[in-house]
């Protein structure tokens, strides 16, 4: 299958700094990719869909503001969490849609911690 | 309404046993995507099988396969011949390509054990 990295694994942050994580797509172009939030022991939850060339679109309830996405090109997308409190810890998982099958395939995910 | 369904949040099974994990979903559109995937402790989400709602015959891949009963709106996975490695969440999802383009809903997961 499709391979997708996301960096870091794992990131521990003081509470009010910004933390990016990137999401590319190894060995295929994604127009469109998509980052989930994952709590211990329950699904996935889409936060945005991360399209190249233009501003992603946002589910309802999930500040814009707060989760910047940018997707400038065609094998990466980033997330940037602003001014990060203790309740954005969670576990990130991005995916890249293959066009050629319309398949996401996901990436390894990036655990936050908040102190 | 849950769009996605995964009746067992937990089920065991031996060894070389094959096992079914249950998925029905709701939907309205003609043509849609059902999709499974495995996410082992370690985070990944790992991408296993798909079928499309005008596919005639059920998908397999390897010792996957996915019963799909469009009439009553099921897309069970079975996985023959357990492995240890087995042992992961699997959540079933879909894509509703009229309604939602290529965005995934989730079910809420079902933990499979195997044990040796």
């Known amino acids: 299958g499709a391979v997708v990295s996301q960096h870091p694994s794992r990131v521990i942050c003081k509470s009010g700094t910004s933390v990016k994580i990137e999401c590319r797509s190894l060995d295929f172009q994604a127009t469109t990719m998509f980052w989930y939030r994952q709590f211990p022991k329950q699904s996935l939850m889409l936060m945005a869909t991360?399209?190249?060339?233009?501003?992603?679109?946002?589910e309802q309830g999930v500040e814009k503001d707060k989760f910047l996405i940018n997707h400038a090109s065609l094998t990466l997308s980033t997330l940037t969490v602003t001014s990060a409190h203790p309740e954005d810890s969670s576990f990130y998982i991005c995916?890249?849609?293959?066009?050629?099958?319309?398949?996401?395939?996901f990436g390894p995910g990036t655990r936050l911690t908040v102190l | 309404a849950q769009k996605i369904t995964q009746t067992q949040p937990g089920m065991f099974v031996q060894e070389k046993e094959a096992v079914t994990l249950d998925c029905t979903y709701d939907?309205?559109?003609?043509?849609?995507?059902l999709f499974w995937y495995k996410q082992p402790s370690s985070g990944e989400m790992i991408f296993l099988i798909y079928q499309g709602s005008y596919d005639e015959q059920n998908a397999t891949e390897g010792r996957y396969s996915l019963n799909f009963q469009k009439a009553r709106k099921s897309a069970n996975l079975v996985i023959s011949a357990s492995q240890l490695g087995d042992s992961a969440m699997y959540f079933c999802?879909?894509?509703?390509?009229?309604?939602?383009?290529?965005?995934?809903?989730f079910g809420e997961g079902t933990q499979l054990t195997v044990n040796p």
């Open positions: 991360s399209n190249e060339g233009s501003k992603a679109t946002y």
């Open positions: 999802a879909m894509r509703e390509e009229e309604t939602s383009g290529s965005r995934l809903t």
């Open positions: 995916s890249a849609r293959a066009p050629s099958t319309d398949t996401q395939y």
């Open positions: 939907t309205s559109d003609q043509s849609y995507g």
